[in-house]
């Protein structure tokens, strides 16, 4: 039989993952010198990661030969004391925090199952979802990006088994009440994630909420604020009769030694998580002054530009030409023709942005 029958139904038809254009690509498309590109598209930390925690990598680097913990139990500690949160309730997770989306899926999900997305969000809870034959049940946001909390239960069944909630939002920096949290927990047995990437910027958090519900689980990462993409790591916290389940089909040896070395100094490190928030903040207040659109409010490191009547892809290929990359939201589920995600860069990159999207 043809080889692509050997693939599952459930993956034949998920639409590929639309990262951020990579400078490598820019390079390749426009001929521009690499040093020229400001890539602002994937919100990355413009200062890059803490210095411990580049130190913290040179000197486990001759370590690496040996397996690292199962479990990752050092980083989970570490975790633990700068969350606050019992480390009964954390897992590791590689890579990022797509692999504990990953992990989650596989555990709870089975053909028949609904899950409900509140969109326009992160795009890869329904390639997890549906790798493992979920069914996506979409709740639209408000015009303001807000969720309409009774249009979303609503949407509840007795399928459905994990609630998707990402605060800061993805593309829209906004983030959800406590209480439209809680009141959605309370509704439902299925869980309830609440994805809080960018929750260093953010003035509140819900993490302190999952020891106490049993059915709220908190996805983390050190990919933003923290500056370690590259390293792809994440957390999760989540009650411990998950993750006492969770623990028999997370991947062992998940997090390398290197990337556990550069996490933990990073936690450590809250001077340069400071510095790194400081300019998020600053840089979002002079986005939202100078740039010649609507600039919606945001409790992220980036800032979401809304375009119209330009379309956001013919705007984002005019910037792409002088070299700075942002991301077309067109392919976020239900954002639109005209919206476009903007990393908080440094002054000096701002400055150019605000200037290419005014020529534009």
């Given at each position: 039989m043809p080889r692509y029958e050997l693939i599952k139904d459930e993956i034949a038809s998920i639409a590929k993952y639309v990262p951020g254009k990579s400078i490598e690509d820019i390079v390749q498309t426009y001929g521009l010198e690499p040093s020229s590109i400001i890539k602002l598209g994937s919100n990355e930390n413009p200062l890059g990661p803490s210095p411990k925690a580049v130190?913290?990598?040179?000197?486990?680097?001759?370590?690496?030969?040996?397996?690292?913990?199962?479990?990752?139990?050092?980083?989970?500690?570490?975790?633990?004391?700068?969350?606050?949160i019992p480390a009964a309730n954390i897992v590791a997770s590689g890579p990022g925090m797509d692999g504990l989306l990953d992990g989650l899926a596989r555990l709870v999900i089975t053909n028949g199952d609904e899950v409900v997305i509140t969109t326009p969000t992160f795009s890869y809870y329904e390639i997890a979802a549906r790798a493992n034959g979920a069914t996506t049940v979409y709740v639209q946001r408000e015009k303001d990006f807000s969720i309409n909390v009774d249009k979303l239960l609503a949407a509840i069944t007795p399928n459905t088994k994990?609630?998707?909630?990402?605060s800061p939002n993805n593309p829209s920096g906004n983030v959800i009440p406590e209480e439209d949290i809680l009141k959605?927990?309370?509704a439902t047995d299925a869980l309830v994630f609440v994805d809080e990437a960018y929750v260093e910027f953010a003035e509140k958090n819900v993490a302190h909420l999952v020891p106490q519900h049993d059915?709220?689980?908190?996805?983390?990462?050190?990919?933003?604020?923290?500056?370690?993409?590259?390293?792809?790591?994440?957390?999760?916290?989540?009650?411990?009769?998950?993750?006492?389940?969770?623990?028999?089909?997370?991947?062992?040896?998940?997090?390398?030694?290197a990337a556990m070395a550069a996490g933990i100094a990073a936690l450590s490190d809250i001077e340069h998580l400071n510095k790194s928030i400081e300019l998020a903040v600053k840089g979002k207040k002079f986005l939202q002054e100078e740039l010649p659109f609507k600039v919606y409010?945001?409790?992220?490191?980036?800032?979401?530009v809304d375009v119209a009547p330009h379309k956001a892809r013919d705007v984002t290929n005019e910037l792409l030409k002088k070299g700075i990359i942002v991301?077309?939201?067109?392919?976020?589920?239900?954002?639109?023709?005209?919206?476009?995600?903007?990393?908080?860069?440094?002054?000096?990159?701002n400055e150019k942005v605000v200037k290419a999207f005014s020529d534009i």
């Open positions: 130190e913290a990598l040179i000197e486990n680097a001759q370590g690496i030969s040996i397996y690292p913990s199962a479990d990752a139990r050092e980083l989970v500690d570490a975790i633990s004391e700068y969350t606050d994990i609630i998707f909630l990402c959605i927990a309370a059915n709220i689980i908190v996805g983390r990462t050190f990919s933003k604020a923290f500056g370690l993409a590259g390293m792809r790591m994440g957390y999760g916290i989540m009650p411990e009769w998950l993750r006492e389940e969770y623990m028999k089909i997370a991947t062992p040896f998940n997090v390398s030694t409010d945001t409790q992220a490191n980036f800032v979401l991301r077309d939201c067109t392919s976020f589920a239900h954002a639109g023709v005209s919206l476009i995600r903007v990393t908080i860069g440094t002054r000096e990159q």
